[in-house]
Structures are given as structure tokens and as C-alpha cells.
């Protein structure tokens, strides 16, 4: 059975740093692409960012490029999304999810974890 | 970016009636070389992830009921419920994956009327 749990949520000042963590199993994981999608209380859905499956790719929405890393370590099932210089509209839950191979759509998502930015 | 855009922003339809919720893309998400419509649809229920219920814009997932189809091509999609349950009542996004930035429709609540 496919299982993403994400990890590492919580409430941060502005400005600051989070790192959140996503440990993936019942599938080989760097066979696949995988992305990160977010939504803040009461709104939709915004893709983030994806990395491709040896990592050596990675795409972002322009909201978050040069504030966030995609990144993932293969060895031990995880996808990772460092945020740094976080800002109150980055409150939202936070999904990984697995890329459907083909094309980027998504049967498979975590849970979410939060994450609240205030001061 | 591919703006994608739903209508209507919500729908309040009976049990047993049809539901038909539209999604337009700013360009065409049809690619050439494969004929491929590059269009999602999800389902979200409250405090839970996103499900995939429609991918190429037609093919519908393993395990959805077949009250739910998705037609259309190129920038104008359309995503319907044959016959409402009480279980349809969500909020339904579109989504193209037709280039990066993936994007999303902003949404289309559905309600029981």
C-alpha cells in the first residue's frame, strides 16, 4: 500500500525557517517523481514544486522560487521542502504527493502537515 | 502560466439530478503528438487530500463510480455527475499538467439543493 507522511509542521515567525518531511513507502520511490502542493485554510490548491526522480531536475512556481528547495534523499524514501524567509501567506497545509508517471497528475497524496506563519 | 478557470463557483443541484461543473484553460491543453488532453480533475472532501477522480480529461480512475465522466478538449473541459449522491458533496478542482507551472482551477463547491 502507497503511504506519504509528511512531518515538520508548526507555527513559525516570519521570516523565519521550517523544513518539512515526507517518508514515502509502498512503492520504489525514485522511480518516481514527486511534487509538494499546498493550501491555506479556506482556499485551493497551489502546486509548489516538483523534483524529478534522481533529483537531478527540479521545477517551482514563481511564488516560492529562491525561497523553498525541493530535495529528496533516495536511500531513505523522503522527499524534503526547505522554506526559508516564510511570510504569512505561506500559512497552509502542506501536501506531498506522487506523480503519476506520464504526466504530473496525482492518485497518491499525504495527509498534509501545517504550517502557520505568524508572529 | 496556464490560468485555469471553473465555472460555476458553486452549484446546489438535487439528489438524483445531474451536476456539470466547467473548467477553461487559457491555452490549449491538447498535445499533438500523442492527442492527449493534459487535464485532471479532483475531488476534495473537508480535512482531507485531494482525490484523483478524472485524468486525461476522460479516463476515468480505478474505483470511481461511473456517475462521474469528464469530456472535452483542447481549452474547455467539463466534468459531470450523472445522478447526484449524497456523498458527491465536495469541492471539485481541475488541474493541468499540460506544462509547469502546474495549475489548478480555483475550485467549484457542490452542494445538495
Known amino acids: 500500500e502507497v503511504q506519504l507522511v509528511e512531518s515538520g509542521g508548526g507555527l513559525v515567525q516570519p521570516g523565519g525557517s521550517l523544513r518539512l518531511s515526507c517518508a514515502a513507502s509502498g512503492f520504489t520511490f525514485s522511480r518516481h517523481w514527486m511534487s509538494w502542493v499546498r493550501q491555506a485554510p479556506g482556499k485551493g490548491l497551489e502546486w509548489l514544486a516538483n523534483i524529478k526522480e534522481d533529483g537531478s531536475a527540479k521545477y517551482y512556481v514563481d511564488s516560492v522560487k529562491g525561497r523553498f528547495t525541493i530535495s529528496r534523499d533516495n536511500a531513505k524514501n523522503s522527499l524534503y521542502l526547505q522554506m526559508n524567509s516564510l511570510r504569512a501567506e505561506d500559512t497552509a497545509v502542506y501536501y506531498c504527493?506522487?506523480?503519476?508517471?506520464?504526466?504530473?497528475?496525482?492518485?497518491?497524496w499525504g495527509q498534509g502537515t501545517l504550517v502557520t506563519v505568524s508572529s | 502560466d496556464i490560468v485555469m478557470t471553473q465555472s460555476p463557483d458553486s452549484l446546489a443541484v438535487s439528489l438524483g439530478e445531474r451536476a456539470t461543473i466547467n473548467c477553461k484553460s487559457s491555452q490549449s491543453l491538447l498535445y499533438s503528438s500523442n492527442n492527449k488532453n493534459y487535464l485532471a480533475w479532483y475531488q476534495q472532501k473537508p480535512g482531507q487530500p485531494p482525490k484523483l477522480l478524472i485524468s486525461w480529461a476522460s479516463t476515468r480512475e480505478s474505483g470511481v463510480p461511473d456517475r462521474f465522466s469528464g469530456s472535452g478538449s483542447g481549452t474547455d473541459f467539463t466534468l459531470t455527475i450523472s445522478s447526484l449522491q449524497a456523498e458527491d458533496v465536495a469541492v471539485y478542482y481541475c488541474q493541468q499538467y499540460y506544462n509547469t507551472p502546474i495549475t489548478f482551477g480555483q475550485g467549484t463547491r457542490l452542494e445538495i439543493k
Open positions: 504527493a506522487r506523480d503519476r508517471s506520464g504526466g504530473t497528475c496525482y492518485y497518491y
